[in-house]
């Protein structure tokens, strides 16, 4: 690697660290205003959906057709103010907004919804949101349009049979403009994934459905993510999955690796303060 792609990655990486960090701060206030705030699994996927805007999608202004923009459809709708985040910290809406989700004349409301500028689909129940990917990435290459679908699916929902539906149909169709990334954090609404329903060899049934697989061992580490994704882009005649490993609540020591949603009023005034 050259030095000049060594610096030009040093500072990208940089930059979208520095934008997670906001993002952790504004979740946090969500949570702090709103109980029903999937706490746990927004702070997990911080840095998957930080990286894919900013590292591997090109730059977005939200009001551009179908054909002429990278797609992020983010398939775990529950997560979604981890999306918000993202936009708040990017200016894409006001931030002040944050503390508005949820309510009845909010932008803002519980699952993404399509009304919202840069939200590309609106999700929610489950593996629907990577049928749609599937969908828009065949779309894209009848159009002969050139860009590509990101979808974020948590390791929960893989327990849905349409994820493994639509999986097929993506590498029946050679769709190498879609990449999944898969927010590994072990758990889901009931607890630990193993226990709730055991996903079993999961590197494995991704390529058994003809996917090429990358396994990212640190899912918080920009640096890993940003190769993952390049080497996505790299991938010919098939679709990619990334399985990223992460922990779940990351940043809220006392969620952190556990199902738990919800934090103390006093725990998010001091997570805060640490953040200011």
């Given at each position: 690697m050259s030095?000049l792609?060594?610096?030009?990655?040093s500072?990208?990486?940089?930059?979208?660290?520095?934008?997670?960090?906001?993002?952790?701060?504004?979740i946090?206030?969500?949570?702090?205003v709103?109980?029903?705030?999937h706490?746990?699994?927004?702070?997990?996927?911080?840095?998957?959906?930080?990286?894919?805007?900013?590292?591997?999608?090109?730059p977005?202004?939200?009001?551009?057709?179908?054909?002429?923009?990278d797609?992020?459809?983010?398939?775990?709708?529950?997560?979604?103010?981890?999306?918000?985040?993202l936009?708040?910290?990017?200016e894409?809406i006001?931030p002040h907004?944050?503390?508005?989700?949820?309510?009845?004349?909010?932008?803002?409301q519980?699952?993404?919804d399509?009304?919202?500028a840069?939200?590309?689909?609106?999700?929610?129940?489950?593996a629907?949101?990577?049928?749609?990917?599937?969908?828009?990435?065949?779309g894209?290459?009848?159009?002969?349009?050139?860009?590509?679908?990101?979808v974020?699916?948590?390791?929960?929902?893989?327990d849905?049979?349409?994820v493994?539906?639509?999986?097929s149909?993506?590498?029946a169709?050679?769709?190498?403009?879609?990449t999944a990334?898969?927010?590994?954090?072990?758990?889901?609404?009931d607890?630990?994934?193993?226990?709730v329903?055991?996903?079993?060899?999961?590197?494995?049934?991704w390529?058994?459905?003809?996917?090429?697989v990358?396994?990212?061992?640190?899912?918080?580490?920009?640096?890993?993510?940003?190769?993952?994704?390049?080497?996505?882009?790299?991938?010919?005649?098939?679709?990619?999955?990334?399985?990223a490993k992460?922990?779940?609540?990351?940043?809220?020591?006392?969620?952190?690796?556990?199902?738990?949603?919800?934090?103390?009023?006093?725990e998010?005034?001091?997570?805060?303060?640490?953040?200011?």
């Amino acid at each position: 690697m050259s030095k000049l792609i060594e610096v030009t990655t040093s500072e990208k990486v940089k930059k979208i660290e520095e934008v997670a960090k906001l993002m952790r701060k504004y979740i946090i206030e969500m949570a702090s205003v709103e109980k029903t705030v999937h706490l746990g699994s927004s702070m997990s996927v911080v840095e998957i959906l930080a990286t894919i805007w900013l590292g591997a999608m090109e730059p977005r202004k939200c009001d551009e057709r179908p054909t002429e923009h990278d797609w992020l459809i983010l398939s775990k709708g529950h997560a979604v103010p981890a999306f918000y985040a993202l936009l708040a910290a990017l200016e894409l809406i006001p931030p002040h907004w944050v503390k508005t989700i949820r309510d009845i004349s909010s932008p803002l409301q519980g699952h993404p919804d399509d009304t919202l500028a840069c939200v590309d689909a609106p999700t929610g129940s489950l593996a629907q949101g990577f049928s749609f990917a599937t969908g828009v990435a065949k779309g894209l290459k009848m159009k002969g349009s050139k860009k590509r679908v990101y979808v974020v699916l948590g390791d929960g929902e893989l327990d849905e049979g349409e994820v493994w539906e639509a999986a097929s149909t993506a590498a029946a169709h050679s769709l190498d403009n879609l990449t999944a990334v898969v927010d590994w954090n072990g758990f889901q609404l009931d607890g630990e994934t193993f226990k709730v329903k055991n996903k079993g060899d999961l590197i494995g049934k991704w390529k058994a459905f003809g996917w090429h697989v990358i396994v990212v061992d640190d899912g918080h580490d920009v640096a890993s993510l940003l190769e993952a994704l390049e080497e996505a882009k790299n991938v010919k005649g098939k679709p990619t999955v990334i399985l990223a490993k992460t922990v779940r609540g990351k940043g809220v020591p006392s969620i952190e690796g556990t199902k738990q949603q919800r934090i103390e009023p006093s725990e998010a005034r001091k997570l805060l303060e640490e953040m200011s």
